[in-house]
Every structure is written in structure tokens, then in C-alpha cells.
């Protein structure tokens, strides 16, 4: 084999190893699926359609050898559908906000097609499966905080309450998946550019300036109703208003992320201490809270006022 080969060989079997790798590791720690998609992203937009399909039906054999049936089931129906919505995206020239909504749509739609059809292929109620899901994900965090002494009012409160959270993670599933989703893209979407410029790939989205990222005006809008909803109304529509309520939230987490690479920009924050700072705030539930609450505050404080102020994206 020549060396060009070799380089050849390479660069298509890298990204689908790197994806697979990504997303089994993600089993210990979990944000690393979040970028799982990149690499499928960039077999498809260097390879064309055809070669990217085969080499994510090699990722996804390999983590079905691995991980079984059910993770890669997971993985094709979430990482592999992102990296395809991505890449027609890319193809055809989208903003940054009709990519980010596609990405979130077409794999979070995908991510419950294939749970409800391997839950109904393996003979189980796919209406009382995101219920029994949390309520063994409660049990085993029990029998990891016991295995380790952790403090005892933390377990019985977990014993106490366990079939509760069981109960709202059920009722809030759709719009946890919906967010799970919005995440993967808008992180997807940065690594994809940071990586494309830092080794000149060319396969970033050249028309998307994530410092530059506004929800539309109308989903204030979302956030009214949902939150009404959320508070006045009973049973099954108080739960789709939840479910709203958390979507638009998920759109305004985003503007938040927008808003704070805003600034690492304009402060000329290093690459590798922004993307510690996104994973540290990404492993931290109560900060993206405070990221989608600056996000509807942008709505009004405006506080990116001049578009000719926006600091140039150089990775």
C-alpha cells in the first residue's frame, strides 16, 4: 500500500472509529456522545452520501459487537440520523437556526422510533416504558449511593420519593428527548467548525456564526402558554405544557451557549478553555438552567446590540 493509500484508508476509516469510540465511551462518561455525530458528519460532506451510509453502518455494526443491540439501536437512531441531518444541511445551505431545528427534529423523531419499536419488538408497553426506565435508573442509583456509604437520608429519600421521579421523567420524556437532541446538534455544530478550521478540513458551516444565534421572536410566545399551562391546567394538558414549556426553554438554552460564546469570543478566550468551560456547564443541570434564563433575558436586554460588534469565529 502506498502512502497516499494509506492516508486515503485513513481518513475513512478514522471518523467512523472515533464515532463508535465516542459514543461506547460515553457509557462512563456520558457528554462524549454529544459529539459521536461529528465524524459520521464528516464521512458524509468529504465522501458523499453513499460511502458515509457504509461507513456508518460499519460504526453502528461495531458498536452492536460491542454494546449490543439496544445501544446500537441508540446510537443509530440518534448520532447516526443527526449526522445525516447535519450534512443535508450543509449540502444545501441552511441557516444556523433551520440546521440546529432540523438536527433536533429528525433525531429526537428517530431516537423514538427506535425505542418504542424495540420496546414493542421485545414484547414490553411502550406507554409504561420511560416510567419503568427511570424507576430502575432509581433503583440502581440507590445501590450505587449504598455501595459507596453515602449518606442516609440521600438513599431513603431516594426510596421515598423513587416511584414520584419515575412518574414526572415519564410524563416529561418527549420534550427531554427533544432537548437531548437540540444539545447534540449545537455541540456537533461547534466541533464541527472548530475542528474544519484548526486542521483546514472545509467542511464547516461557513454561513453559521453561533455568536450570532437568536431564537425567533415568536417562541416568547411558547414560553407564555407553556408556563401557563404548566401552572393552571390538569393531567394530560398540563403535561403537553410542560413538555412545550421545556422545548422553547431548550431553544432559549441554546441563545444562552450563543450568547456566552459570544463573549468567549470577543474576550479572546483560548479553544481548549472554551471547551472546557462548555463541559463544565453542560455537566451541570443547574447551569443550564442559568444558560436558558439568559437566553430569554437576551430577548429583551439585547446584549449583543451591534451585529458589527460580533467577534470574528476563527475556530
Same mark, same amino acid.
Given at each position: 500500500?502506498?502512502?497516499?493509500?494509506? $492516508?486515503?484508508?485513513?481518513?475513512?476509516?478514522?471518523?467512523?472509529?472515533?464515532?463508535a469510540?465516542?459514543?461506547?465511551?460515553s457509557?462512563?462518561?456520558?457528554?462524549?456522545?454529544?459529539?459521536?455525530?461529528?465524524?459520521?458528519?464528516?464521512?458524509?460532506?468529504s465522501?458523499?452520501?453513499?460511502? #458515509?451510509?457504509?461507513?456508518?453502518?460499519?460504526?453502528?455494526?461495531?458498536?452492536?459487537?460491542?454494546? *449490543?443491540?439496544?445501544?446500537?439501536?441508540?446510537?443509530? #437512531? =440518534?448520532?447516526?440520523?443527526?449526522?445525516?441531518?447535519?450534512?443535508?444541511?450543509?449540502?444545501?445551505?441552511d441557516?444556523?437556526?433551520? =440546521?440546529?431545528?432540523?438536527?433536533?427534529?429528525?433525531?429526537?423523531?428517530?431516537?423514538?422510533?427506535?425505542?418504542?419499536?424495540?420496546?414493542?419488538?421485545? *414484547?414490553g408497553? /411502550?406507554?409504561?416504558?420511560?416510567? $419503568?426506565?427511570?424507576?430502575?435508573?432509581?433503583? =440502581?442509583?440507590?445501590?450505587?449511593?449504598? !455501595?459507596?456509604?453515602?449518606?442516609?437520608?440521600?438513599?431513603?429519600?431516594?426510596?421515598?420519593?423513587?416511584?414520584?421521579?419515575?412518574?414526572?421523567?415519564?410524563?416529561?420524556?418527549?420534550?427531554?428527548?427533544f432537548?437531548? /437532541?437540540?444539545?447534540?446538534?449545537?455541540?456537533?455544530?461547534m466541533?464541527? $467548525? /472548530?475542528?474544519?478550521?484548526?486542521? #483546514?478540513?472545509?467542511?464547516?458551516?461557513?454561513?453559521?456564526?453561533?455568536?450570532?444565534?437568536?431564537?425567533?421572536?415568536?417562541?416568547?410566545?411558547?414560553?407564555?402558554? #407553556?408556563?401557563?399551562?404548566?401552572?393552571?391546567?390538569?393531567?394530560?394538558?398540563? =403535561?403537553?405544557?410542560?413538555?412545550v414549556?421545556?422545548?422553547?426553554m431548550?431553544?432559549?438554552m441554546? !441563545?444562552?451557549?450563543?450568547? +456566552?460564546?459570544?463573549?468567549?469570543?470577543?474576550?479572546?478566550?483560548?479553544?481548549?478553555? $472554551?471547551? +472546557?468551560?462548555?463541559?463544565?456547564?453542560?455537566?451541570?443541570?443547574?447551569? +443550564?438552567?442559568?444558560?436558558?434564563?439568559?437566553?430569554?433575558?437576551?430577548?429583551?436586554a439585547?446584549?449583543?446590540?451591534?451585529?458589527?460588534?460580533?467577534?470574528?469565529? !476563527?475556530?
Amino acid at each position: 500500500m502506498t502512502q497516499g493509500a494509506g $492516508r486515503s484508508f485513513y481518513a475513512h476509516v478514522a471518523p467512523p472509529a472515533l464515532s463508535a469510540v465516542l459514543f461506547l465511551a460515553s457509557m462512563a462518561l456520558p457528554p462524549l456522545a454529544m459529539f459521536a455525530a461529528a465524524p459520521l458528519y464528516y464521512s458524509i460532506v468529504s465522501h458523499g452520501h453513499k460511502a #458515509g451510509a457504509g461507513w456508518a453502518v460499519v460504526a453502528a455494526m461495531a458498536v452492536f459487537l460491542i454494546g *449490543g443491540p439496544a445501544v446500537a439501536a441508540i446510537y443509530i #437512531g =440518534t448520532c447516526v440520523s443527526a449526522a445525516f441531518a447535519l450534512s443535508s444541511s450543509f449540502f444545501k445551505d441552511d441557516s444556523l437556526e433551520r =440546521t440546529l431545528a432540523k438536527a433536533a427534529i429528525v433525531s429526537s423523531l428517530a431516537g423514538f422510533a427506535v425505542f418504542y419499536a424495540a420496546v414493542e419488538m421485545s *414484547g414490553g408497553n /411502550a406507554i409504561d416504558a420511560p416510567q $419503568r426506565i427511570a424507576g430502575m435508573a432509581v433503583h =440502581t442509583a440507590m445501590e450505587s449511593y449504598k !455501595q459507596v456509604n453515602a449518606d442516609p437520608e440521600v438513599i431513603n429519600w431516594l426510596s421515598e420519593n423513587g416511584k414520584s421521579l419515575a412518574e414526572v421523567f415519564a410524563r416529561l420524556f418527549p420534550s427531554m428527548a427533544f432537548l437531548s /437532541a437540540l444539545t447534540m446538534a449545537a455541540m456537533n455544530i461547534m466541533a464541527i $467548525r /472548530a475542528a474544519s478550521l484548526r486542521f #483546514g478540513l472545509g467542511i464547516y458551516f461557513k454561513n453559521h456564526s453561533l455568536a450570532e444565534l437568536r431564537a425567533s421572536d415568536w417562541l416568547v410566545w411558547g414560553v407564555v402558554a #407553556g408556563g401557563a399551562g404548566s401552572m393552571f391546567a390538569e393531567g394530560a394538558a398540563q =403535561t403537553v405544557a410542560l413538555n412545550v414549556l421545556i422545548c422553547v426553554m431548550g431553544a432559549y438554552m441554546v !441563545q444562552g451557549l450563543a450568547l +456566552i460564546h459570544y463573549f468567549f469570543m470577543k474576550a479572546q478566550v483560548h479553544v481548549i478553555l $472554551r471547551a +472546557i468551560g462548555y463541559f463544565v456547564i453542560f455537566s451541570q443541570p443547574p447551569l +443550564i438552567l442559568v444558560m436558558s434564563g439568559l437566553g430569554l433575558m437576551d430577548v429583551w436586554a439585547e446584549f449583543r446590540k451591534k451585529k458589527t460588534d460580533t467577534p470574528e469565529e !476563527q475556530s
